[in-house]
């Protein structure tokens, strides 16, 4: 089943992720997904501090051209790459934060609690949020460095991104849900910071991978989808309009379901987990592809494997 795969490469991601660096494990600092350098002996570096801090650390027009700046440029080409190798697979079955929130959702579903979706309105007035956070942690070191605003905003996401605060807590570390007491920027970040974590913990518990919604590392894919290798891809003449990839969707998303002339299939809001697929009993309807060719499509077998037990089920 491929719920179960994604499970196993959800689970193994997170431990050589997490722990990686402990066992000389380091897949650099250009990794497609929140793999937190907050974390001690973490396994690889989420780009999203990369790229803020070659900007933030001063890149002057002379450094540009030297090796801090072919330094930046080599892991520029690194997430590229590898964002394009396996496009938004990194978010469904990859991504370490992601795998947490996953686990409040299945802790919400073994107590029952109903999960709470989000309306194509409500998520049309959310998306460019994402887009928002990523022009902020771009624009923040620019701006630190013409001296507008005060240096501690050298990181500016980083600065109040949840997985900051979340992740190090599975390798015993809580200091960075404490306040930071050093002047009056610090304290106003770490007060966000922490109101997100606590926002984000509880949200995901009553909404599916509720950060997803503005994780600007999904802006990102959106804005590299035409390079990915690995598409979610839809046969609009084999759609029989029951609406199961939409029920599966764990983004709430209908507009794979609704589509009736691109072969779109992860467009937006899609994360690549795949429970789409894997619930359409349309053979061939929808696929993983991967270089064009078909890694796993749809059918009545793959559909009714899911329904008797053995993969996603969302609820």
């Not at 995901?204 to 598409?231: D, G, Q, T, Y």
């Not at 077998?301 to 609820?315: K, Q, S, V, Y």
């Amino acid at each position: 089943m491929l719920g179960n795969v994604r499970l196993a490469v959800q689970h193994l991601s997170f431990v050589i992720l997490m722990y990686g660096g402990r066992f000389g494990v380091h897949l650099g600092s250009a990794v497609p997904c929140f793999s937190c350098p907050y974390v001690y002996g973490c396994g690889g570096n989420c780009y999203l501090m990369g790229l803020q801090g070659y900007i933030g650390f001063g890149l002057t027009w002379a450094q540009l051209w030297g090796y801090q700046g072919l330094r930046a440029l080599f892991w520029l080409v690194v997430f590229a790459a590898a964002a394009s190798l396996l496009g938004k697979l990194w978010c469904g079955f990859v991504c370490p934060f992601g795998l947490v929130s996953d686990w409040l959702t299945y802790l919400r579903r073994f107590l029952g609690v109903a999960s709470l979706r989000l309306s194509r309105a409500a998520r049309a007035r959310l998306a460019p949020v994402k887009y928002f956070l990523l022009a902020w942690l771009a624009l923040g070191p620019v701006l630190v460095n013409l001296g507008l605003l005060h240096p501690d905003f050298y990181l500016p996401f980083c600065q109040i991104c949840p997985g900051k605060s979340l992740l190090p807590l599975f390798e015993g570390e809580a200091k960075y849900l404490t306040l930071e007491l050093t002047n009056s920027v610090t304290l106003s970040l770490s007060v966000v910071l922490m109101a997100a974590s606590g926002l984000t913990v509880a949200g995901s518990f009553f909404r599916e991978r509720l950060f997803c919604v503005f994780c600007p590392m999904l802006a990102l894919f959106n804005l590299l989808r035409p390079l990915a290798l690995a598409r979610i891809v839809k046969d609009p003449g084999l759609c029989q309009g029951c609406g199961a990839c939409s029920r599966s969707c764990m983004m709430d998303m209908d507009e794979l379901w609704l589509e009736r002339e691109h072969d779109s299939g992860d467009d937006g809001e899609c994360l690549g987990c795949g429970g789409c697929v894997e619930a359409c009993s349309s053979r061939g309807c929808l696929s993983l592809k991967f270089l064009g060719g078909t890694v796993v499509g749809s059918s009545p077998e793959l559909a009714r494997g899911l329904r008797t037990g053995g993969g996603r089920a969302r609820g």
